[in-house]
């Protein structure tokens, strides 16, 4: 990445917040969204995501009562959808903990007028990624054996050999962790949110979640050091979770999920579709809620060459994967890769290059990236692809193994379609309630960056 | 040994207890409760139960939970023997063995069958007996779900209207007078092939009673063709056995001999033994196959001619004429020098062969060969075939019947109107004889046009006596009191001709006794009960001289008839389609197409091009006015111009499970055209039909799976089957767990002794309660079967040959489904057993994705859903029946193990004796393929088999250690010819 | 009856307050208490507080959370409920790896944020400063520094004045209920 080579990559030298903004001014920028009544555009969105998402709990009900059946998975291809979707959004999970976390501690200020809305983001999509594992399994009332509490009569373990049990483990931990991170960061907000409301509820509901914050040096003191170090945890930890995800593959003997490349990949590629997803939801508040010169150019730009950056990374491992197995002389290993290409579902690998790999070169060029249309298009095509990648990666693994007797073919049901939209609705959903009633951008960090009006220069 | 007193007159309640059983019995017990449960819900009123309306569903519960009470366990009245494999007498819990025998159209298996609590759940081959020699086919093996068949018929039906046995009896008494039928003139009998000494004698007793009466034997798979070639040849009604263990040569002419053509399993078993090798330096038979469709039997062929049926004759007589029996011939039948050579260099030792399918004279040509080659009285020889007094052939009966010369027709356990040949207008003449009187296991076509149809005894509930074309003579025990108050044949006979003995077990005992000195009587009548045969019942063997002159008079040249022909078979899963309704053959894939649920058109991938059609397009099938439609299915190896289409499919009045599925041909197959029809006119019918195989891909993509050499090349290199491909030392990580302690439980399958007769895929559903999933859960590949048997085409698309795999779970030492499994639900025995906890499994479906053979099956839905309790009965309590959601695949019989282990311990602690556990499959196996140990015991069968070079392991490469490891394949083809 | 908690003096930038808070504490004062709508860097120096222990807290959490981690993979997997699984050893490290380190970070965090919370005494919903009807500018773009009443130098007038003197926009003084 030549371009990135020569020069600092982020633009730190342009103003992060355009205009000459005073604290008051950005406090009621970003409070005026909480307080005042929603735009039409929020009202139909809510609809929208509402109802799939009482579609979603429809059909998860009837999965629970019916069984895997109503799903298209088969012998050999025992996972598709399901799963396909739990990976992907645990994928779009990471951004957020990495904006907050890793940019964080790199120093990367740009990162303060995003970040509070790519965690929340995060929290959601994971949630999303979590009903997967768990209804997935033949029987979902059983799910809760995934545990490590002894079950059945108390004497029962679980097998801590298995990537699923990693995926208990890692899952959680990290939803936990992000959730915590979130709401720490949210803690001085709230008390602003406390101290201007208006109506007796907002002030309780406010006042008990900023737990009688004061802004007081002592609470600043510790509260930065907490920070500080949940951010160091939370970096090796979202490196941690995509890795262990990848092992649910790369642990297997299955030809074209047995790869050491995974965990990079995978991690790479969460990476990749996250901010996608962060430029996705940014666009459209930073436009409903008029906050361009919060979330300004700057920032779209930086997150499009991240973009760019991590999408020639997923590209170079499939180049890597291939060669892998052209080089590894495996038989089983290399035809995987040939039925990829050519066999049955070659149009969704070809779908997967398109969006993941060629698309994001775009971002090469500066009118690219200071163009919302196209950054549009492109966070949509990515998350797209990104899904496919999944799908590719499970279903023509799966479909094609080593006997060939036992070879088969995997058609989603319209149950498949269905679950997956669905989860599309609860996490829009959960995000525009997030939108109405949470401050949207981390208020205190961002006055942090701006100007004093003490003198001229930066609060620093 | 002491008998088993069983004797109350009202059926007992299961032991288990389901209470409300006991309250509803006297009730569901009645014939009256019966005849309303007929009327609320006719037959046929419920759908397949996957398309079922709820209301339909909620219908047949009810139903079913009033006739519960008829099922509910019911011992036979009269006293029956415990083999003394059983133990003495009824322990609750403890399974009892009986001998009995099954009747096939007139192929006659010996059986032990399993009962617990007084219900058959099992059935195996009876080691004494000759057709069985312990093994038996994937028929007998399914005829246990047929016994619990919820369709089955269940009362007397009079016009298609509830009625009773009683009212039957009323009628017959009236009607069978000779003041109504005087001698009997316009009766007529059509009876499917029971070779049973004591039926005879009650037939013939009402044959003596109406001397005009006339009596037929119809089977729409018969072998009328070999019986009257031998009529031709000997002058003679003969039939002929062959015995293919003393065969060191064997050329089969459009003979599926290891197939449908011979239902029996002793062909198999003796077969396999001339194959089996244990080092390179053993000779092992040859076998030369000529036929159209690609068979079983073609599969196992070492040199195998693609020839039509139609031109079978020519390819005979090249081979008569290479032999010096007849002038020289012209036909291009080049291999006919070279095989004449290696035959008359096996004189006596070599056997020729014909199929059912073949004319007469064909078969009387054959005849003349064997006895050429001297063979007759070696690999060859022959019983005589009485006919029954007043016997009429099947097409006299029609020319009757359509004359209206028939008064009364009664018609025992066959199905005519829908079988019988097209040329006969059956179906449309059957109502005009006045009275029809039908008598089977369901109210089929026939029984649904009759004007009585009687509920028959299921064999399983039947007293009898049944031979085997060499003579030996089986009792048949009921294992249980009939669930339906149905009848044997020979009962309905005695009923119409007042016989001395009216309950079939007076018949049959007072037959037999009768022909004892009475002090010996009660102890050869024991002993026959218990073997399962009566000794010194063998027929005495003929060795006939062929009447040359007549053979070759008979024999006209055939010119090679152009245009397509038309081939039928008997269906491997429903036979004629007698079997349509049983779930478990229906669903068992084809041997050769892999297909399930349906019987297709086959044709080659040349002939197919010809037609422009591919797999699925649906054909429009011609001959002689005649038409029938068929889905194509394209089956490399298939004859070119030749469409193979199976018999027996596409039932109208039939179960839930068996109608409409499938396409019916017999509206195309004639009397003259039996076997095959030339000349037929196909055509797209410009429409697709699902047609759903088990499996999708037929190569081996290169793959050393199935590991195969010539006999030549194995003595050149020894340990080919190892070195077909490199494995890497592989090392672990871990120190690893060490499988040296007491029993080490393994596996062996000798891929050139397996045939591929479905036969184990069977038993093991039987022992294992394995569920059928139907025909669209198939189609999403969601078939439960832990036995699978693999076919992979090999060598060029015309003419391939094709090789069998059973495959099951592999038991790996190193299993990789255990390591992923996050439950621990899936584990390792001490003794080396891949074990599965069903109830700790919460199905990730981990586990089957890592397993590299994939023979883990996953309830996707709930299979048993809408179970009726007849049906609950077969399931085999030794077994737990698997929810959904959970995972499942073969356990190496895990409760055969344990069983065994307990007994062992009963009886001193004694250790467990090698072959003295038999897993179902291998206990079924008519080749003797698969031998199942310990491995840990260096002097057992099974560790001996894996010294042998052949011995492979499949996927060694992985390292994953599998328990199961195969024997290669060896093919022995001619030097000449190769 | 009330009494006096102490002064607050507002200030409109975060330079101001940090100034003002040396001078008072070069004049002895003690008992301060500085609010800021965002973190001031150099106030907590000014103010000469501690370097916070969170660190060390995490780090014993993050010690217990692999302690823990690898007991209950050693413990069930080879002690109490042994099971041969595809062959492998009943306990070895590297599978035990990947969940010993969540545990770990687990624990961390929760030790961090529970820790920061008590340290800060929070939550706790009343505090005098509240009464204060302006002071909940602090979270928006007012920098107060209160003089507790308590403060040995506290003096009703002059204090008030001192801080009006160092540039407070607005000095008041701040009754507690009692």
């Keep these: 990445m030549a371009d990135l080579a020569i020069r600092e990559p982020f633009e730190l030298n342009a103003p992060l917040i355009e205009g000459r903004r005073s604290y008051s001014e950005i406090t009621s920028d970003v409070a005026r969204v909480v307080e005042s009544r929603p735009p039409r555009f929020w009202y139909i969105a809510l609809a929208v995501s509402g109802a799939l998402t009482l579609v979603f709990f429809a059909v998860l009900t009837h999965l629970v009562r019916t069984g895997i059946g109503i799903w298209g998975n088969n012998q050999p291809v025992g996972w598709a959808w399901d799963i396909t979707n739990f990976v992907f959004w645990i994928g779009i999970g990471h951004a957020g903990t990495l904006i907050s976390a890793i940019l964080f501690l790199f120093r990367q200020r740009w990162r303060t007028s995003i970040n509070r809305a790519a965690e929340a983001m995060t929290i959601f999509a994971v949630m999303c990624a979590g009903i997967f594992p768990l209804l997935h399994t033949g029987r979902p009332w059983r799910a809760y054996w995934l545990f490590p509490v002894p079950n059945q009569d108390l004497v029962l373990w679980q097998n801590f050999r298995s990537p699923l049990m990693w995926d208990v483990f890692a899952v959680s931990t990290y939803f936990t962790v992000s959730l915590l991170f979130w709401y720490v960061g949210m803690i001085p907000d709230l008390a602003t949110l406390r101290d201007r409301a208006t109506t007796r509820l907002r002030q309780i509901v406010y006042g008990v979640l900023s737990l009688g914050w004061r802004g007081s040096a002592r609470h600043w003191n510790h509260y930065e050091k907490a920070y500080l170090i949940l951010a160091g945890l939370s970096t090796p930890l979202v490196l941690s979770v995509h890795s262990i995800v990848s092992f649910d593959f790369a642990v297997s003997i299955l030809p074209g999920w047995h790869a050491t490349i995974f965990p990079p990949y995978f991690v790479a590629g969460a990476i990749f579709s996250g901010f996608a997803m962060v430029i996705f939801l940014m666009i459209i508040a930073r436009k409903v809620y008029r906050l361009e010169h919060l979330i300004t150019m700057t920032h779209m730009d930086n997150m499009c060459k991240i973009l760019l950056a991590t999408g020639t990374i997923v590209g170079y491992a499939y180049a890597v994967e291939f060669f892998t197995a052209f080089f590894s002389g495996n038989p089983y290993e290399r035809y995987v890769f040939v039925n990829r290409v050519t066999g049955p579902y070659a149009w969704a690998v070809w779908t997967m290059f398109a969006c993941n790999v060629f698309a994001p070169q775009l971002f090469w060029f500066k009118m690219f990236r200071r163009n919302i249309a196209v950054m549009f298009a492109v966070s949509i095509i990515v998350n797209v692809g990104m899904w496919f990648e999944r799908f590719n990666i499970i279903v023509t693994s799966l479909h094609r193994d080593f006997l060939p007797s036992s070879w088969g073919h995997f058609t989603p049901t319209i149950y498949d379609v269905l679950t997956f939209a669905g989860s599309v609705g609860l996490f829009l959903t959960l995000f525009l309630l997030f939108l109405r009633f949470l401050p949207v951008i981390a208020i205190s960090e961002v006055k942090g960056v701006v100007p004093s009006p003490g003198q001229g220069k930066g609060g620093h | 040994m002491s008998l088993v007193q069983i004797s109350d007159s009202t059926p007992k309640p299961l032991e288990t207890g389901r209470r409300y059983w006991r309250s509803l019995e006297e009730l569901a017990g009645t014939p009256q409760f019966r005849r309303w449960v007929e009327r609320e819900f006719p037959r046929g009123a419920s759908e397949l139960l996957s398309s079922s309306s709820r209301r339909t569903l909620l219908k047949l519960m009810a139903a079913s939970f009033g006739l519960a009470g008829l099922v509910a366990c019911r011992r036979p009245q009269e006293k029956i023997l415990p083999l003394s494999k059983g133990v003495e007498h009824y322990i609750p819990g403890k399974p009892l063995y009986y001998a009995t025998a099954m009747n096939l159209a007139g192929s006659v298996t010996g059986l032990v069958v399993e009962a617990h609590d007084g219900r058959p759940t099992k059935i195996e081959g009876n080691p004494r007996h000759p057709e069985s020699l312990g093994a038996c086919s994937a028929f007998a093996q399914a005829s246990v779900l047929s016994l619990y068949d919820p369709d089955r018929s269940r009362v007397v039906l009079r016009q298609g209207r509830p009625s009773s046995w009683e009212e039957f009896a009323r009628f017959a008494a009236d009607h069978f007078r000779a003041e109504v039928l005087g001698r009997g003139s316009g009766l007529w009998l059509v009876a499917g092939s029971q070779p049973s000494p004591s039926y005879e004698a009650v037939r013939n007793h009402l044959l003596g009673r109406f001397p005009e009466a006339r009596w037929v034997e119809f089977e729409p798979i018969s072998r009328e063709a070999m019986r009257r070639g031998a009529e031709l040849a000997f002058d003679r009604r003969l039939e002929t056995l062959y015995d293919f263990g003393k065969a060191r040569l064997i050329v089969a002419f459009d003979a599926d001999f290891l197939g449908v053509d011979s239902p029996g399993v002793r062909a198999i078993r003796e077969f396999s033994r001339g194959r089996a090798v244990v080092s390179e330096t053993d000779s092992m038979s040859r076998l030369y196959v000529a036929e159209s469709r690609f068979s079983i039997t073609g599969a196992m062929a070492d040199h195998r001619f693609r020839i039509r049926s139609s031109e079978m004759a020519n390819a005979v007589e090249a081979l008569a004429s290479a032999l010096g029996l007849m002038p020289a011939h012209s036909g291009n039948f080049p291999w006919a020098a070279a095989v004449a050579r290696d035959l008359a260099a096996h004189r006596g030792a070599s056997l020729v062969l014909a199929g059912p399918g073949q004319p007469p004279e064909v078969h009387a040509l054959v005849h003349l060969i064997n006895e050429a080659l001297g063979n007759f009285g070696h690999t060859v020889s022959f019983v005589a075939a009485e006919r029954a007094p007043g016997e009429a052939s099947f097409e006299e009966l029609a020319a009757a019947l359509a004359s209206g010369r028939v008064q009364t027709l009664v018609v025992l356990d066959s199905n005519p109107v829908f079988a019988a040949p097209a040329d006969f207008d059956f179906a449309a003449n059957f109502s005009r004889a006045a009275t029809t009187i039908h008598l089977g296991l369901e109210a089929d076509e026939t029984g649904s046009a009759a004007t009585w149809h009687l509920p028959q005894a299921h064999y399983l509930e039947s007293w009898g006596d049944l031979r085997t074309l060499d003579g030996t003579v089986s009792i048949q025990q009921p294992l249980i009191y009939p669930l339906y108050d149905g009848r044997t044949p020979a009962e309905l006979l005695a009923l119409l001709s007042g016989y001395k003995d009216q309950r079939a077990y007076d018949i049959v005992r007072n037959y037999w006794t009768a022909r004892w000195p009475a002090q010996e009587a009660e102890r050869r009548w024991r002993r026959a009960l218990h073997d399962g045969l009566i000794e010194g019942t063998g027929a005495a063997r003929l060795v006939p001289a062929v009447d040359r002159r007549r053979v070759l008079a008979a024999w006209r040249p055939r010119p090679a008839a152009g245009g397509i022909e038309l081939v039928f078979y008997a269906s491997p899963s429903v036979w004629d389609g007698r079997f349509a309704n049983n779930g478990w053959l229906q669903e068992a894939p084809e041997p050769m197409t892999k297909l399930t649920w349906d019987n297709a058109a086959l044709i080659s991938p040349a002939t197919a091009k010809k037609l422009g059609v591919t797999s699925g397009d649906v054909v429009l099938i011609e001959h002689e006015g005649r038409s029938a439609e068929a889905p194509v299915w394209i089956l490399p190896g298939q004859t070119d111009d030749s469409i193979a289409v199976a018999l027996g499919y596409g039932r109208t009045v039939c179960g839930r499970v068996g109608r409409r599925v499938g396409h019916n041909v017999y509206p195309l197959r004639t009397s003259r055209t039996a076997g095959f029809a030339v000349g037929v006119n196909v055509r797209p019918a410009g429409r697709r039909y699902r047609l759903v195989s088990a499996q999708d891909h037929h190569a081996m993509e290169g793959r050393p799976l199935v590991r195969e050499a010539t006999l030549r090349y194995w003595r050149e290199h020894p340990d080919f089957a190892q070195h077909a491909v490199h494995v890497p030392e592989l090392k672990s990580l871990y120190p690893e767990h060490q499988y040296t302690e007491g029993y080490q439980w393994g596996m062996a399958i000798d891929l050139n002794r397996c045939v591929g007769c479905n036969a184990c895929i069977l038993a093991c559903q039987a022992e294992n309660n394995i569920p059928i999933v139907g025909k669209r859960e198939v189609a999403r590949g969601r078939e439960m079967h832990w036995l699978r048997v693999d076919r992979y085409f090999t060598g060029d698309e015309e003419a391939p040959e094709a090789v069998f795999q059973p495959v099951a779970c592999m038991h790996c030492e190193k299993a990789p489904c255990e390591n992923v499994c996050p439950v621990v639900a899936t584990v390792h025995s001490p003794e080396g057993l891949n074990e599965m906890a069903y109830n700790r499994c919460v199905g990730t479906r981990y586990c089957s994705n890592n397993c590299p053979y994939k023979v883990r099956r996953f309830n996707f839905l709930d299979w048993h859903k809408g179970l009726e309790e007849s049906q609950k009965l077969v399931f085999n309590p030794d077994v737990t029946v698997r929810m959904r959601g959970v995972m499942e695949k073969c356990t190496f019989c895990v409760q055969r193990i344990e069983e065994k282990r307990i007994q062992a311990k009963a009886e001193g602690r004694r250790p467990l004796r090698d072959g003295e556990i038999l897993t179902a499959c291998q206990q079924t196996c008519p080749a003797e393929a698969i031998v199942f140990g310990n491995i840990n015991d260096p002097a057992s069968r099974v560790a001996l088999i894996k010294k042998q070079n052949r011995n492979y392991v499949m996927l060694e490469e992985l390292n994953v250690r599998p328990r199961t490891s195969y024997l290669a394949r060896i093919r022995n083809p001619n030097p000449e010819l190769v | ?178």
């Design chain 3, 1 to 178: 009856m009330s009494k006096l908690y102490g002064v607050l003096a507002e200030f409109d930038s975060p330079e101001e307050l940090v100034e003002a808070v040396r001078a008072v504490r070069a004049r002895g004062f003690t008992r301060l208490e500085a609010c800021t709508p965002f973190p001031v860097h150099g106030l907590d120096e000014a103010l000469g507080l501690a370097r916070s222990p969170l660190g060390w807290i995490a780090l014993a959490a993050a010690a217990v959370g692999v302690a823990a981690a690898l007991l209950l993979q050693w413990w069930t997997g080879a002690v109490d409920y042994p099971l041969v699984v595809g062959g492998k050893p009943f306990f070895a490290l590297w599978p035990s790896v990947p969940v010993t380190f969540e545990l770990a970070v687990l624990l961390a965090s929760f030790a961090v944020v529970i820790g920061m919370l008590a340290l800060n005494g929070l939550p706790r919903l009343y505090h005098p400063l509240f009464e204060d009807d302006n002071f909940r500018r602090v979270t928006d773009d007012r920098f107060v520094l209160a003089v507790e009443a308590a403060d040995p130098l506290f003096h009703a007038n002059e204090t008030p004045a001192l801080l009006v003197r160092l540039g407070a926009l607005e000095v008041r003084l701040l009754e507690e209920k009692a």
